[in-house]
């Protein structure tokens, strides 16, 4: 069994930054892409970014320039770093990552909240 825990959200200030960590444990075999996704109250979950296990990036328009996704596969943690948040950033962020040797098998972290507020 694989657990992913996210860490690194909170309240922030428009124009501010924020990073990201989430980290892989247990039974933790070979993982394919890593990513981010949120899910803003109302509203339904969206990709935010994602990464392969080849380091190849993906990204929601919305957050093209502005944010940053990065793996360390040794340490088996995905990261998001954040720039220039705006209110409309204000979600709940779920990390998710594939299994390279189940296909279609999907972990997903219990989500951490980031809230960009004046």
């Known amino acids: 069994q694989v657990q992913l825990v996210e860490s690194g959200g909170g309240l922030v200030q428009p124009g501010g930054s924020l990073r990201l960590s989430c980290a892989a444990s247990?039974?933790?075999?070979?993982?394919?892409?890593m990513g981010w996704y949120r899910q803003a109250l109302g509203k339904e979950r969206e990709l935010v970014a994602l990464?392969?296990?080849?380091?190849?990036?993906r990204y929601a328009d919305s957050v093209k320039g502005r944010f940053t996704i990065s793996r360390d596969n040794g340490k088996r943690t995905v990261y998001l770093q954040m720039s220039s948040l705006k209110p409309e950033d204000t979600a709940v962020y779920y990390c998710?990552?594939?299994?390279?040797?189940?296909?279609?098998?999907?972990?997903w972290g219990q989500g951490t909240q980031v809230t960009v507020s004046s």
């Open positions: 998710k990552a594939e299994s390279a040797v189940a296909p279609g098998l999907n972990y």
């Open positions: 247990g039974t933790v075999f070979r993982l394919n892409a």
């Open positions: 990464i392969t296990s080849g380091g190849g990036t």
